[in-house]
């Protein structure tokens, strides 16, 4: 485990030609925290926890909004392009890890796109650095506790039951050093401390499946347990939070849910979340579809501008529902309903994925507020579009840039699915369309993606790990 981490850059929010940061740095105990220099204003740090003999501490300051700004820690200086007034580049990643074994991996083979990203944000800085989800993969913390073996498995456990504290207490060990453990690694942190993050948290940063399991297994002590704690770390390690506040850009202020909306220059990023309230039969709760609709309504009744929105799980795919019925004529692939259930497009959520994809269409509608959608989770890259006026509203997919690609075989079984075409909203149709440059709909490499307004226009990009850059698409 890696002694000191960061500084790891989080953005608040701007106002008033300056920029809100928050910077977190964990340190060995007893060594005190120096101080920040943000353009010669001297910034203390505030502690927020203390683990494995570990502090986590947070600086909180402001950055003007220009390009050659920065701020130094420890002796070094961070430079930080914050020009969010001009052309912008943004760089939008997910699924940072793999299922078994990830911190077994040598850095070389598991970071190779995260090098690569840091090479061109070298070249042309990035402003913002959006991740969609799964930016760690705490499956491997379910073998750490006994009562989590069990629960893994849907055993029941002993009639004594489980001491919550002592399992409580394992994996708050487990995610602190899991987080400590990817998020320390040169290739991560040097992007991080240098690009201002905004993240949304997906299933693997709680566990496969979270949310898509049986309400019983959820809503037990274990399952109750192991989501506080990730939550816990979720708010440290992605949000620069205590476990006890919320960011100002939540606008569910009871912490049901997690998600946020920023403002910036021609530009809104809203984020709901996906996984907080999730059950078999729903993906947003009470708390998460408040949430959304106030972000909603705030960008409807503000200065307008380019939306760019992070479904951590794709908005736009293919329908699902005949697989689904498949499935239920062998018990031997009823063991991925789950995967399917994560899914917008499962039928047991079809309505409120339509009710989600009307808000979307309405909002898209005034050409002052175009929508966009980010996503990742499915390990694959793809481009669709929803056909609603006044022009496609776009869905840009790319997942993942540590995650091994699956089999090709994968990429193109989804595809064919993909011809038989979605409509759920009546009179317009759902098309993916695929990578340019790519033969298929599906595109089974590790990648990122590239976001770019230059004056009012905006375009998209791929980097992908052995076919390189494609060309710009118009969004």
């Avoid at 919550?164 to 994996?171: H, I, N, R, S, V």
């Avoid at 991560?188 to 401390?193: H, K, L, R």
């Avoid at 959304?292 to 939306?307: D, H, K, P, Y």
Wanted: charged share 25%.
């Amino acid at each position: 485990m890696t002694d000191t981490v960061g500084p790891l850059l989080y953005l608040r929010g701007a106002s008033e030609e300056r920029i809100s940061l928050a910077a977190l740095l964990v340190l060995p105990d007893g060594h005190e925290p120096p101080l920040l220099d943000a353009e010669g204003e001297s910034v203390s740090a505030t502690r927020l926890l203390t683990r494995l003999e570990k502090t986590a501490w947070r600086y909180d300051f402001t950055l003007p909004m220009r390009r050659d700004t920065g701020y130094s820690l420890g002796g070094t200086h961070y430079p930080v392009n914050a020009d969010f007034h001009g052309d912008l580049r943004i760089a939008f990643v997910s699924c940072n890890g793999q299922e078994e074994d990830d911190r077994k991996r040598p850095l070389d083979e598991r970071n190779a796109m995260w090098r690569r990203l840091r090479i061109e944000h070298e070249d042309r800085p990035f402003q913002l650095l959006l991740q969609g989800g799964d930016q760690i993969y705490a499956d491997e913390l379910l073998k750490s506790h006994p009562a989590l073996k069990r629960w893994a498995r849907g055993k029941r456990p002993p009639e004594a039951g489980t001491p919550q504290a002592d399992l409580a207490e394992t994996l708050q060990d487990g995610f602190f050093g899991l987080y400590l453990d990817i998020l320390g690694q040169p290739a991560i942190s040097g992007i991080m401390a240098r690009v201002p993050s905004l993240a949304m948290w997906d299933d693997h940063d709680i566990c496969d499946g979270w949310g898509s399991l049986r309400p019983a297994k959820l809503d037990s002590p274990e399952g109750k347990t192991l989501f506080a704690v990730a939550r816990e770390h979720f708010l440290l390690f992605q949000y620069g939070a205590r476990p006890d506040e919320l960011p100002g850009f939540c606008p569910d202020r009871t912490g049901a849910s997690l998600g946020w909306h920023v403002a910036l220059p021609g530009l809104q990023v809203i984020a709901p979340d996906l996984r907080s309230e999730r059950r078999p039969n729903c993906v947003m709760g009470l708390a998460g579809w408040k949430s959304f609709e106030t972000m909603l309504e705030t960008i409807r009744s503000g200065a307008g501008g380019r939306v760019l929105l992070l479904s951590s799980v794709p908005a736009l795919g293919p329908r699902l529902s005949w697989v689904e019925a498949l499935m239920h004529l062998t018990p031997r692939l009823e063991k991925y309903e789950d995967d399917l259930r994560d899914q917008w497009q499962s039928r047991t959520h079809r309505e409120e994925w339509k009710t989600f994809l009307e808000r979307l269409a309405a909002l898209h509608a005034n050409p002052a507020t175009p929508v966009t959608c980010l996503s990742g989770e499915i390990h694959l890259a793809t481009h669709g579009t929803l056909d609603v006026p006044p022009k496609p509203l776009h869905q840009l997919v790319a997942s993942g840039i540590a995650h091994p690609a699956p089999p090709k075989g994968y990429a193109i079984g989804l595809g064919l699915l993909a011809r038989f075409g979605s409509s759920p909203l009546p009179g317009h149709p759902i098309r993916l369309r695929g990578l340019p440059g790519q033969s298929g709909t599906y595109t089974a490499e590790r990648n990122y993606l590239v976001l770019e307004r230059r004056g009012a226009d905006w375009t998209a990009s791929w980097e992908l790990e052995q076919s390189g850059r494609t060309s710009e698409v118009d969004i």
